[in-house]
């Protein structure tokens, strides 16, 4: 069963890969990630969700976040004073999960941890 990495180097990770997917466009926070990350490595903890199950991951975290009432908010393209446009915030999007996870991937394959084994 895989032990989730310390805590430090997952610090690290997050600010790693939000500034990845920013590069790309996509801003997220570190407390977003840090939220993916907890619900992910939870389930692989508790041995509910195999290592190399990714759809089963995303899925996961995507239905815990609809479980917890997390919702993204629409991000604002220009100052506005009618109230964002009539946008409500939407529940998380898996690609933005899956995009998480490849980035979180990714920073572990740099600092020589494998998901299934990451002490």
């Known amino acids: 069963m ?3 990495p310390k805590e430090s180097l997952m610090e690290e990770a997050q600010g790693w890969i939000a500034e990845m997917m920013s590069e790309e466009g996509v801003i997220v926070t570190d407390a977003f990630i840090d939220l993916v990350q907890t619900f992910e490595w939870d389930a692989l903890e ?3 969700i195999g ?3 990714r759809p089963g991951i995303v899925k996961h975290i995507v239905d815990r976040c609809v479980d917890e ?3 993204l908010g629409p991000v604002p393209t220009a100052v ?3 109230g964002g446009g009539g946008q409500l915030p939407q529940p998380v999007p898996p690609q933005l999960v899956e995009q998480v996870l490849s980035w979180e991937d990714e920073f ?3 600092a020589g941890i494998s998901r299934r084994d990451p002490t």
């Open 2 to 4: 895989p032990k989730r």
């Open 46 to 48: 508790e041995g509910t």
């Open 51 to 53: 290592a190399d199950d």
């Open 69 to 71: 009432n997390i919702l």
């Open 80 to 82: 506005s004073t009618d």
């Open 108 to 110: 572990l394959g740099l």
